[in-house]
C-alpha cells in the first residue's frame, strides 16, 4: 500500500466543504428531531385511542426501516406529487423524522420519570393543564433527557453520509467524488474515516462534560 | 407490477436476508470476543479492546463499508466477494456496539458471584463460562434485539455498493416503471415485516433464557435514559 501526501493535500479544499454541509446537517436534523420527537412524545399522552394508535404505529414503522429507504421514498416520491425540495432539505427532513422516532422515547421516558408527586401537587394547587406541561413537568423531564438526547445527536452524525445516496455532497460524497476524479481511493477515505472518529469523540467529550453540569 | 418484477424484489429479500445471517454471527463473536476482552486483567488487552470500540463505534458504517470495498484490494491485493465484503464491514462495525453490550451485561452481574467463583477456586475461565455469562447473557437479550434492527436497517446500506439486496433491487424496480411511490412502500413494508418478526423471535428467546436462571422479563419504563453513551447505532440506517 502507498500513501500519498499530495493526494491528501488536494482532497483537503474539498473535505472542509462536505465537513460544513455535514455540520449543517446534523445541527439542522437535530433540531427538526428534537421539536418531532417532543411532539410525537406529548401526542402520545392525548387520553384518545384514535390518537395514540395512529401516532405510536408510524413511529414504530419508520423507526424499524431502514433511512436510506425513506431517503430514497422521499427524494423520488415527493416530487411526484409535485412537492420538490433540493437534496439537502430533503435530506435534512428524513433524518430529523427518523430521529425524532427515537428521541419520542426519550422524552417518553424523561416525562415518566418526573415523580408522581410533582403532578399532585400541579392538581393541588390548581394549575392549568398548559401550565403544567410547561412550569412543572418538561422543565424537569428535558433537563434528564438531556444526555440521551446528546447521544442520538452523535448517532445522527454517523449516519450522515447516507445522503450521498441522494447526491448530496457531504463528507463522504465529496471522498467519493475527488476518488472517481483522481482514481485514489485510500486517501480520501482514509481522511474521512478519521474525521469521523474524532468529531465523534470530540461530541462525546463535550457531552460527558455538559451531563456533569447538569448533574449538579 | 408484474410477476417478473415481484421476483427481482423476492431475490433482494434473500440477499438481504442471507447478509443479516452473516453479519449478526460475526457481530456476535466480536461483540462477545471483545466484550469479554474488556474485562481481562492485563491492562494490555483491555486497552487494545477498548481502542477497537471506540475506533470501530466513531465511525459511519458507510464510511466502513467504502473502506472495505475501496481501499483493501488495492492495499492487500485481494478483493472480497460483494457479500463477504459487506458481511466483515456490518459485523466489524456493529460488533463494536455488541461489544458494549456484554461488557456492561458482565458488569451488572452480582459481584457476590465473582468472589463466590474465586473462593471455589474456579479458575477465571470457568468463572465466565459457569458463573458470569449464564447470568450476564439473558440481560443482553433486549438490547441485542435492538441492535439486530438497527443492523437489519444496515444492511440496507450496502445496496449503494452496487449489492443486489432489497433496497437495490427497491431502485431496480423504480428505474423499470418510472413510478417510485408503489415500489417504495413495499419495500418499507417488507423491511418493517422482518423487523417485527426478529422482534417477536428475540423476546420469545429472552423469556427462555430468563425462565433458565429463574427470572422473569421485565420492561422498565426509564432504560431510555440509562442507556450507555451511543448504545443506539449510528452509521446504520
Redesign the interface.
Known amino acids: 500500500m502507498e500513501w500519498d501526501w499530495s493526494a491528501v493535500s488536494d482532497f483537503m479544499p474539498h473535505f472542509w466543504d462536505g465537513l460544513l454541509v455535514t455540520l449543517q446537517i446534523l445541527v439542522l436534523g437535530s433540531l427538526l428531531s428534537f421539536v418531532l420527537g417532543l411532539v410525537w412524545a406529548l401526542l402520545m399522552r392525548v387520553p384518545s385511542r384514535w390518537v395514540t394508535w395512529p401516532v405510536g404505529a408510524v413511529t414504530e414503522f419508520v423507526r424499524n426501516t431502514p433511512l436510506l429507504v425513506q431517503l430514497f421514498f422521499l427524494f423520488y416520491v415527493l416530487p411526484e406529487w409535485n412537492v420538490t425540495f433540493s437534496a439537502l432539505t430533503t435530506g435534512v427532513v428524513a433524518i430529523g423524522l427518523h430521529y425524532s422516532t427515537y428521541t419520542m422515547q426519550v422524552y417518553r421516558a424523561g416525562i415518566e420519570a418526573v415523580p408522581a408527586g410533582q403532578w399532585e401537587a400541579a392538581t393541588a394547587l390548581n394549575l392549568p393543564v398548559r401550565r403544567t406541561w410547561t412550569a412543572v413537568v418538561l422543565p424537569q423531564a428535558i433537563r434528564r433527557v438531556v444526555p440521551a438526547l446528546g447521544n442520538y445527536v452523535i448517532s445522527m452524525l454517523k449516519d450522515t453520509p447516507l445522503l450521498m445516496a441522494i447526491t448530496v455532497l457531504e463528507m463522504l460524497g465529496e471522498a467519493r467524488l475527488f476518488s472517481q476524479q483522481n482514481f485514489q481511493f485510500t486517501e480520501p477515505l482514509t481522511v474521512i474515516g478519521v474525521a469521523f472518529i474524532i468529531v465523534s469523540y470530540l461530541a462525546s467529550l463535550a457531552l460527558r462534560a455538559l451531563e456533569r453540569r447538569l448533574a449538579h | 407490477m408484474t410477476s417478473g418484477l415481484w421476483e427481482l424484489v423476492l431475490e433482494g429479500v434473500w440477499v438481504t436476508i442471507q447478509l443479516l445471517f452473516f453479519s449478526s454471527l460475526l457481530a456476535t463473536a466480536v461483540s462477545f470476543v471483545v466484550g469479554v476482552a474488556r474485562t481481562h486483567r492485563l491492562w494490555i488487552v483491555r486497552f487494545l479492546a477498548g481502542f477497537y470500540t471506540?475506533?470501530f463505534?466513531?465511525?459511519?458504517?458507510?464510511?466502513?463499508i467504502?473502506?472495505v470495498f475501496?481501499?483493501l484490494p488495492?492495499?492487500?491485493g485481494w478483493q472480497l466477494v460483494p457479500m463477504w465484503a459487506g458481511t466483515l464491514a456490518l459485523g466489524l462495525t456493529y460488533g463494536a456496539y455488541g461489544s458494549e453490550i456484554v461488557r456492561g451485561a458482565l458488569g451488572a452481574v452480582d459481584p457476590a458471584q465473582k468472589e463466590g467463583g474465586i473462593a471455589l477456586s474456579f479458575t477465571p475461565w470457568q468463572r465466565m463460562r459457569l458463573i458470569l455469562l449464564p447470568q450476564a447473557v439473558p440481560e443482553m437479550i433486549p438490547p441485542f434485539s435492538n441492535l439486530l434492527?438497527e443492523l437489519?436497517?444496515?444492511?440496507?446500506?450496502v445496496?449503494?455498493m452496487g449489492m443486489g439486496d432489497l433496497?437495490f433491487s427497491?431502485?431496480l424496480v423504480?428505474l423499470a416503471l418510472q413510478?417510485?411511490?408503489e415500489i417504495?412502500?413495499y419495500?418499507?413494508l417488507i423491511?418493517?415485516v422482518i423487523?417485527?418478526l426478529l422482534t417477536r423471535v428475540m423476546r420469545g428467546l429472552e423469556k427462555k433464557l430468563k425462565t433458565g436462571v429463574g427470572k422473569a422479563p421485565v420492561r422498565e419504563?426509564?432504560?431510555?435514559?440509562k442507556?450507555p453513551?451511543?448504545?443506539?447505532?449510528?452509521?446504520?440506517?
Not at chain 2, 463505534?57 to 466502513?64: E, K, N, P, Y
Not at chain 2, 419504563?221 to 435514559?225: F, N
Not at chain 2, 453513551?229 to 440506517?237: I, L, P, Q, Y
Open positions: 471506540e475506533v463505534r466513531g465511525t459511519s458504517a458507510l464510511v466502513m467504502f473502506w475501496f481501499v488495492p492495499a492487500f434492527i437489519l436497517k444496515g444492511t440496507a446500506l445496496s449503494i433496497a427497491g431502485n423504480r413510478e417510485s411511490a417504495y412502500t419495500v418499507l423491511y418493517f423487523a417485527f419504563p426509564d432504560t431510555e435514559l442507556r453513551e451511543t448504545s443506539n447505532v449510528g452509521g446504520a440506517a
